[in-house]
């Protein structure tokens, strides 16, 4: 079952699509609006937060004007929307939008994150990781570029490190046949 804030970001993302990027539309001034409009229906609000409205810019915006707007937001209120989302949201609806927000500005290195989450702490929470990996196997030859970035080691040198037996042998072939060791 869902619920406040999470079922929020979820219907958003059922009922709406992506706008395709219009350089006339997504303007800078635009932008400078919608990052206005952001902070008045989270931290400039007296009480509460307007959670629908941060979600509809999260979801519905192209990825190159939510950067303009979270440039705009940072610009004007010293922080990013990411930020912004820790500071106004909790639990998994706070997990979630900032997925979101990671996803459309570096999106290699937010899946990169997630496999190193599932892989984090005492066990590895294994459908976690197969999700991960499967979901994500047609870009695994980027992500695994910003892993080994990120975190010094290839996800397959993660995969060996957190698995074993057949498991671990299933993961690292469904690794190598988009993203084959060298």
């Given at each position: 079952e869902?619920?406040?804030?999470?079922?929020?970001?979820?219907?958003?993302?059922?009922?709406?699509?992506?706008?395709?990027f219009d350089p006339d539309y997504h303007t800078l001034d635009k932008a400078k609006d919608d990052a206005e409009e952001i902070w008045k229906k989270g931290q400039?609000?007296?009480?509460?937060?307007?959670?629908?409205?941060?979600?509809?810019v999260?979801?519905?915006?192209?990825?190159?004007?939510?950067?303009?707007?979270?440039?705009?937001?940072?610009?004007?209120?010293?922080?990013?929307?990411?930020?912004?989302?820790?500071?106004?949201?909790?639990?998994?609806?706070?997990?979630?939008?900032?997925?979101?927000?990671?996803m459309r500005f570096k999106p290699y290195e937010a899946i990169a994150g997630i496999i190193k989450k599932a892989c984090a702490g005492i066990g590895t929470d294994e459908d976690f990781l197969t999700c991960s990996i499967i979901r994500y196997?047609?870009?695994?030859g980027h992500v695994n570029l910003a892993h080994e970035e990120l975190y010094g080691k290839s996800v397959h040198e993660r995969v060996r490190s957190e698995c074993s037996g057949h498991y671990k042998d299933v993961l690292l072939a469904l690794l190598n046949k988009t993203s084959p060791e060298e």
């Open positions: 869902l619920g406040g804030d999470l079922e929020t970001l979820l219907s958003a993302c059922l009922q709406a699509s992506e706008e395709e400039g609000k007296f009480f509460g937060t307007d959670e629908a409205k941060l979600f509809k999260v979801v519905m915006s192209p990825p190159k004007y939510l950067k303009m707007v979270n440039d705009a937001y940072a610009e004007e209120y010293g922080y990013t929307l990411i930020k912004a989302m820790e500071k106004e949201l909790g639990g998994k609806a706070e997990d979630a939008a900032i997925f979101a927000l990671k196997q047609d870009l695994m």
